[in-house]
């Protein structure tokens, strides 16, 4: 039977009734708009690229280079921790992926093997070649952990720099396993927006301390910083005693570093020799800290100040802001170090963010670039547009001239309950409508009624056979269910597998069209199936002409 139970039609209906909602942005004017909430107002489909016009760039991030120069970075730590243990070695290569580790006659491997692996926490392969060579490489897995790493800093880094341009709504996102893609709407000149996301920020490691030492000002408070951190201040009594300004401003500076701007002094590293920050915990006290690598030589130019400089506070600047200005307690050798302070987790995280934007961990190569302009964009809107409603069009009257005006107007009237909730659908995704999207639409349209077909002209079948109205109506839809499930299941997994392995206009396709075809199984088969049997309930008829 095709009647359906009362709380069935109630629930399909509740799912048609919102996806109108889900989908009404996107269709009322925007005077109308104005006068609805924001959280609902905001509910819409974003256009594409080549629908808003702007820059689209792909590039290329070196991971290898990264590699290799961590490595290199390794090798570096290795030579200054064996010498402290005493343990000689002849020399240490590498080929690009692996260190050859050449001990001398007497020196014991395992020992070696024990130092080594406390430079790591984890992910390296330690192999004995001979009694006197160890080969050190990292496994496969901790290569994927740090090319991931790697992608995910750089493009936190791009994300930053086309963020402070003011452009809404870029599309950042990872492309296989060592690409960027970088869509940003409005932008006609890619060259600018090239040189903004492959420039490194300036940032600088500055020693001497804070206040005046030497004859020289490394950071000031500025006069915000006074009017926050002084009243806290005068409420002690020594500093409310306090008549060396110099000293009151060190305090300053030490308590909240961002109340302060460097003003001159040394540089010991740039950010460029930074490779990498995270947040973690110190093993001694369990307490929130920030653990950063240096480059080779930046691991050398650190280890000589930070030997010269014992007890000198460090500011740490990002864009001649300063974000940390801890003291130095100790000699900071090997390429790393941590920063310690009063920090919390979300604090931890943050500097650590910061210290990774600084700088990209690796290099970015332009290997595709496209402009769309803003006129071209609305040519296609208007093009996608007329193609959009003739096909709709076309679909509606073949419906009707086909199948006459009842049966053909419940499936056009399910094509626009599907299109409906496929609009519904991309909101709530916070999927973008791209031009092949509207190609794949305009297929979705066609692919709603095709299911109606199949079943039309099964009960067309049965009809010719002499079954009743009735009978014929529910052996049609159950006998051409196989069919259309079949049909749609193959297309979805041909949309699912492009979206997969497709990228730009291929996902835009593949999105609709995938989204089409699971809303026009509802739509084709339960929507229709629940009107036919509200419609068969009224007209009871004793003929059905299809």
């Known amino acids: 039977m095709l009647t359906l139970p009362r709380w069935q039609n109630w629930s399909i209906t509740a799912v048609v009734v919102i996806s109108v909602l889900l989908a009404l942005p996107n269709l009322l004017p925007g005077a109308v708009m104005r006068f609805l909430p924001a959280w609902y107002a905001g509910n819409v489909i974003n256009l594409g690229l080549d629908l808003r016009g702007g820059a689209h760039l ?96 750089s493009i ?117 020799e930074l490779t990498d920050a995270q947040a973690t915990f110190d093993q001694r006290d369990n307490q929130p800290i920030v653990s950063f690598r240096f480059t080779t030589s930046g691991g050398r130019q650190f280890c000589r100040a930070t030997t010269e400089n014992k007890g000198q506070l460090l500011a740490i600047v990002l864009d001649e802001r300063v974000i940390s200005a801890p003291r130095i307690q100790s000699e900071i050798c090997g390429g790393s170090g941590i920063i310690t302070g009063s920090f919390t987790t979300q604090q931890t995280n943050d500097l ?65 309950v599907n299109l409906l909730m496929v609009f ?43 079954r009743p109205a009735i009978s014929a109506l529910t052996a049609g839809y159950e006998r051409a269910l196989s069919a259309i499930i079949d049909a749609n299941l193959t297309t979805l997994i041909a949309g699912v597998l492009m979206f997969g392995f497709g990228s730009g206009p291929i996902k835009g396709f593949a999105t609709t069209l995938s989204l089409g075809l699971l809303t026009s199984m509802f739509s084709s088969t339960i929507f229709t199936r629940m009107i036919l049997g509200v419609w068969l309930r009224w007209r009871r008829p004793r003929e059905l002409v299809i």
Request: aromatic share 4%; proline share 3%.
């Open 156 to 272: 936190e880094v791009v994300r930053k720099r086309v963020d402070e341009t003011g452009t809404k709504e870029p599309t950042i996102q990872r492309q296989g396993d060592e690409r960027i893609l970088v869509q940003v709407p409005g932008v006609n000149n890619p060259d600018d927006l090239i040189k903004l996301i492959s420039t490194t920020a300036k940032m600088e490691f500055r020693l001497q301390g804070i206040g005046y030492r030497g004859g020289r000002t490394i950071l000031r408070p500025t006069k915000e910083g006074w009017d926050q951190v002084w009243p806290e201040l005068a409420k002690s009594e020594r500093w409310l005693k306090e008549k060396n300004k110099t000293l009151i401003a060190e305090e300053i500076c030490r308590r909240q570093a961002a109340a302060c701007v460097p003003v001159s002094g040394g540089v010991v590293v740039s950010g460029e």
């Open 424 to 466: 519904a659908g991309m909101s709530v995704l916070g999927a973008s409508l791209t031009l092949p999207g509207i190609a794949g639409l305009v297929l979705t349209v066609g692919m709603a009624v095709d299911s109606n077909v199949l079943i039309y002209e099964r009960v067309r079948e049965e009809q010719a056979l002499g």
């Open 352 to 416: 650590a963010l910061q210290l990774r934007s600084g700088a990209l961990p690796a290099t970015l190569t332009v290997i595709e670039r496209r402009t769309v302009g803003a006129d071209l964009g609305a040519d296609s809107i208007r093009a996608g547009t007329i193609a959009a409603i003739v096909g709709t069009a076309l679909v509606v009257l073949f419906m009707v001239l086909s199948y006459g005006p009842v049966f053909g107007g419940f499936a056009n009237v399910a094509m626009a």
């Open 58 to 153: 792909l590039f290329d991030v070196d991971v290898r280079s990264v590699m290799r120069q961590r490595l290199a970075d390794l090798s570096d730590s290795m030579r200054v921790e064996l010498r402290k243990q005493q343990l000689q070695v002849r020399d240490i290569t590498s080929d690009g992926t692996t260190l050859t580790v050449t001990l001398r006659d007497g020196t014991d491997p395992a020992k070696v093997t024990e130092v080594i692996r406390t430079l790591e926490s984890g992910g390296l392969t330690i192999t004995n070649e001979s009694p006197t060579t160890l080969r050190v490489a990292y496994s496969q897995q901790e290569l994927v952990l740090r090319r991931k790493q790697v992608l995910d800093q």
